[in-house]
Each structure stands twice: as structure tokens, then as C-alpha cells.
């Protein structure tokens, strides 16, 4: 009889490797808060000491979350038991359901140090974890070799250097355990970068106070320490930015502007997405003076909803479980008449179930359109940015479809 056997790799072969950028991975951790019953998640970002924090205020983890589910690589548990839905909200459905959702954070720095706090009844309702990423890199060391620091505690306040340094303290005797196995032979440059990446990250704990952070009763935030180089180009000063950091920046705006579609498309406009609307993303820079962030999204020029009430062309249609449809379409502004649903061929097993299709053309050319100079000059500055057709599952958005590069629909 034999077992399967996991090398430590694998974390980053389904982490790093798998994710294809910086905002795919960030997306990712954001569906997992919209799981948790968020109703606002935060990547924040340090300049001062190139450091990140990206938190939500969802229902949390407790020791044996982090232990039995988090730690879990690719648990089946928001499958086989869905969260409780939360007090006072609407069931969600569930976007994570590969398990390997939380492997994302390994993409934004290799540092970790996590945090999270569940509303419960036991004196300690906080729960810390200490790792470093890099260990994956390893191929030498079994998944189930190393021991990951995990700790309870009964209060943000309570967590002193004191508690930091005994996660530390028990990682780096994880890495000598490992070594005297014999496990770093042919490794001895990397343990050197980790240990000396350990002892040089200093968390600053205050910052979590500044981001909002465990306000409520409840929620998780992913501190990280060297941070890779894709979100350390969202730190620098936009005076200091070359081709490379821009594109990176642009990119990462373009994809996680409208990530939820309540920052686009009012509940008048989508009155069954009422709990999406509470669900809130950014992306905040902090300068070295820690005086206030910066959303990233702010200067960028993005839909609003307000800009959806002049149009040249604008169909509006419901596709039922059948493939009928139904719902209104304007061509300057006149209405078109559709065929009623009964009177359109039924299409049996449609896989995807019904959907609603929203969508607005604008005329390029001057003597084309309804608007305007103002209004055409504002509405071509924004589709030169982000216009395509995206697409939304349950309100959130799903990657890549929308982006300049993906016309999956060939309308150019």
C-alpha cells in the first residue's frame, strides 16, 4: 500500500504560476471576501514601507477555519458546507469553489502575516498565521514537513511584538527542523534569503487601525511584507513611472474598476443585485505621510452610472432558461418592436441558464450620434479606456472578457 505524496512546489504551481497577473490574483481574493459576506474589501498599499494589507469585514476565521479549511489545500469545504449566511443579508452564491483561491495572496508578497477575527463566544476570537512563500520553492520539501505558526488570541490590542515574535520565533525553528532533515541541501542560498527576509520584516500593527480593519465584529486581513514587484509599481509616484509601471497600473485598474456590477449599473437599473450594492472594492495607495489614502480608481476616467442616460443605440433583454427573449431595444431613440417570447423557437439545453444583456453603442463619427460635443468628447475618453462587453456571474465580474484585448464577440 502506498500514498500520495505532496512536495511543498505545489502551492506554487497552484498559486503563482497558475494566476496569469497581479489583478486576476487580487480578484480572487476579493471573491473569496464577497464568500466571507464582506461588505467592503481593501487592498491597501504602503509607500513608506513597501508593505500591503488587503482586509475585508466578513464573518472571519477561527483557529480551526485557519487550521482545517484555510490551510486546506483545495477544500471542497464552501461546497459541502456553504457559509452560514450572515445576519440580516441575503444568501450569496458562492464565487470560490476550487479551494486554491487563497493561494492568490502568495502573488503579492512573500511575506505573510495573517490575521483574522471571528464574532464568537470564546475569550480568544482572533486568530494569527506567519508564513513565508518562498519555502514552496524548495523542491526538496514535502508539503506536510513544515509546520505552519498558527496562534490564538483575545484582542487586536493584546497582539504586541511580543505574540509577532513567537510566530516568528516558531517559524524559524520550523526551518531548522527542515534543515536538520537534510531538506535545504542544495537550497542553502534560498534559507539564507528567507531567514534574512524574516528577520528584517517589521509589521507595523498600527496600520490596521488607519485602514478600518476589524471595525466590526468580524473580518480577515492579509498582512504582507516583500511585496513582488508588480504591486510595488502601483506604490511609486506617477512622475516616476516608466512603460512598464504604467501598463501594470492601467492593468490593474481596467480590471478592477468594475469589478463589482454596483459600481456601474444602479439597483434601479438591476434591482435583484441589492446585495452586491454592499459590496464594496478599492485599491488605496498611502504616502509616507499616512495622512489619507488615494483610491487608484479616482483619476481614471470610468462609467458611471449617470453616463448610461444618453445613447445612441441601447438594448435591453432578458434570455430566459429557453433562449427566448425579451425586453426593449432603441435605435436613436426609437423603440423596436421584438418578438414576443411565445412566438420565438424554443432552444433546449441552454447551459448557462437565463441571463440579462445590457448594452449601449455610441456613434463614433460627429454627424452619427445624439450627443453632444461634450458629452461625446467625455463618452469616447471612457471607451477608449474600458468599453467592451464584460461579463458578470451573480454581480461579480469574470476575467478577462471586456478588456481592449478580448473582443470575444468581434464587434470592432
Not at 485557519?66 to 452564491?93: C, D
Request: proline share 5%; hydrophobic share 40%; aromatic share 12%.
Amino acid at each position: 500500500m502506498a500514498n500520495f505524496k505532496v512536495h511543498a512546489r505545489v502551492l506554487d504551481l497552484l498559486g503563482s504560476e497558475q494566476i496569469a497577473d497581479m489583478p486576476t490574483a487580487v480578484s480572487e481574493l476579493f471573491k473569496n471576501a464577497y464568500d466571507a459576506y464582506a461588505d467592503n474589501v481593501s487592498l491597501e498599499l504602503f509607500r513608506h514601507n513597501q508593505h500591503a494589507i488587503l482586509w475585508d469585514d466578513g464573518v472571519g476565521m477561527s483557529l480551526d477555519d485557519v487550521e482545517n479549511r484555510w490551510l486546506v489545500v483545495g477544500t471542497p469545504s464552501k461546497k459541502l458546507s456553504p457559509p452560514t449566511v450572515r445576519e440580516g443579508y441575503e444568501s450569496r452564491p458562492v464565487m470560490g469553489e476550487k479551494g486554491i483561491g487563497r493561494l492568490a495572496v502568495s502573488t503579492l508578497g512573500d511575506t505573510l502575516l495573517l490575521i483574522s477575527k471571528k464574532n464568537c463566544r470564546q475569550p480568544d476570537c482572533f486568530t494569527a498565521l506567519f508564513f513565508s512563500w518562498k519555502i514552496v520553492r524548495n523542491h526538496k520539501l514535502m508539503l506536510g514537513e513544515f509546520e505552519v505558526p498558527v496562534l490564538p488570541f483575545s484582542s487586536l490590542d493584546d497582539f504586541t511584538a511580543d505574540i509577532f515574535g513567537m510566530l516568528v520565533d516558531e517559524f524559524r525553528r520550523q526551518l531548522d527542523v527542515t534543515f536538520e532533515r537534510g531538506k535545504w541541501e542544495g537550497y542553502e542560498d534560498l534559507l539564507a534569503q528567507i531567514r534574512s527576509e524574516v528577520d528584517s520584516f517589521d509589521p507595523d500593527l498600527t496600520l490596521f487601525h488607519r485602514t478600518g480593519a476589524f471595525t466590526g465584529e468580524s473580518g480577515t486581513a492579509f498582512y504582507l511584507g516583500n511585496m513582488t514587484d508588480e504591486v510595488q509599481c502601483l506604490t511609486k509616484l506617477k512622475d516616476r513611472f516608466d512603460t512598464t509601471d504604467k501598463n501594470v497600473y492601467d492593468q490593474t485598474v481596467l480590471l478592477l474598476s468594475n469589478f463589482s456590477i454596483s459600481r456601474i449599473v444602479s439597483s434601479d437599473v438591476a434591482p435583484t443585485l441589492k446585495s452586491i450594492d454592499a459590496f464594496f472594492t478599492d485599491v488605496r495607495i498611502w504616502d509616507e505621510k499616512l495622512v489619507a489614502p488615494s483610491s487608484i480608481f479616482e483619476d481614471k476616467v470610468l462609467f458611471q452610472p449617470d453616463d448610461f442616460e444618453k445613447y445612441d443605440h441601447y438594448f435591453d433583454i432578458h434570455f430566459d432558461k429557453d433562449g427566448r427573449y425579451s425586453g426593449e431595444a432603441f435605435r436613436y431613440g426609437e423603440h423596436l418592436g421584438l418578438p414576443k417570447p411565445e412566438q420565438q423557437p424554443v432552444i433546449r439545453g441552454l447551459k448557462c441558464g437565463p441571463f440579462d444583456f445590457r448594452f449601449w453603442y455610441w456613434q463614433g463619427e460627429p454627424k452619427n450620434t445624439l450627443l453632444d460635443n461634450d458629452s461625446r468628447f467625455r463618452i469616447n475618453e471612457k471607451l477608449m479606456y474600458s468599453g467592451g462587453i464584460m461579463i458578470y456571474r451573480d454581480g461579480l465580474r469574470v476575467l478577462p472578457y471586456g478588456i481592449p484585448e478580448n473582443d470575444w464577440l468581434n464587434i470592432e
